[in-house]
């Protein structure tokens, strides 16, 4: 498994939601833009439906060393013969970079969207999720989220459309959990005792 979509998928549903409920309802994402028919201009204009509108695009990976998990990780599970540990390489750990676009037809709403974004980015400095849906006691996990670069717009008078863009990142995502790097050995009982005390039960 080269990467983990569940978890990738979950947190940029996340991350949807929470624009929506704190900046547009007018949100969605895309993962490439194909055709920019105003490409000399720098920006990557998606195609939209109603105004204003925020599009998220990406996210483009880049490794994160300062996050990573240098050690590998002990797993216990059920074996044939018993319960076995099974050891993981280290996770790789990597940085998301998403590129909003914002689009209005009002200059005034576009100067407005951009002061509410720069406030929500600000005051969203993590972006929180259960750590596993189907297990609630397992608690939540964050990434640290920060603007990146600086507010570009296009206020063209020939142009109906006004839009300006910036972008942001997500530190710290793993993005897979680390292969197995040897067959699973079985647990001796001194094992299997300490695992059941550090997990709340009896030896």
Request: net charge negative; glycine share 6%.
């Amino acid at each position: 498994e080269l990467i983990k979509e569940t978890d990738l998928t979950r947190l940029i549903r996340t991350l949807i939601r929470t624009i929506k409920q704190q900046l547009i309802e007018n949100t969605s994402i895309t993962v490439s833009v194909d055709y920019d028919d105003t490409s000399l201009d720098g920006l990557d204009v998606v195609a939209i439906s109603k105004l204003p509108s925020l599009v998220l695009s990406g996210p483009s990976v880049e490794e994160n060393r300062f996050f990573s998990t240098n050690e590998p990780r002990d797993f216990m599970v059920d074996g044939v013969l018993g319960p076995e540990v099974i050891r993981h390489d280290p996770p790789f750990t990597v940085d998301l970079n998403f590129t909003i676009t914002v689009a209005s037809d009002r200059t005034v709403e576009l100067l407005n969207l951009m002061a509410a974004l720069a406030t929500f980015l600000s005051r969203n400095r993590w972006l929180e999720m259960e750590r596993d849906p189907s297990s609630p006691d397992l608690g939540t996990v964050k990434w640290e989220m920060a603007p990146v670069g600086e507010f570009r717009t296009r206020l063209d008078e020939g142009n109906d459309i006004r839009v300006f863009t910036c972008g942001f990142v997500i530190r710290g995502f793993d993005i897979d959990e680390g292969a197995p790097s040897q067959i699973g050995r079985l647990v001796d009982s001194t094992e299997l005792s300490a695992s059941a005390i550090q997990n709340g039960g009896t030896p």
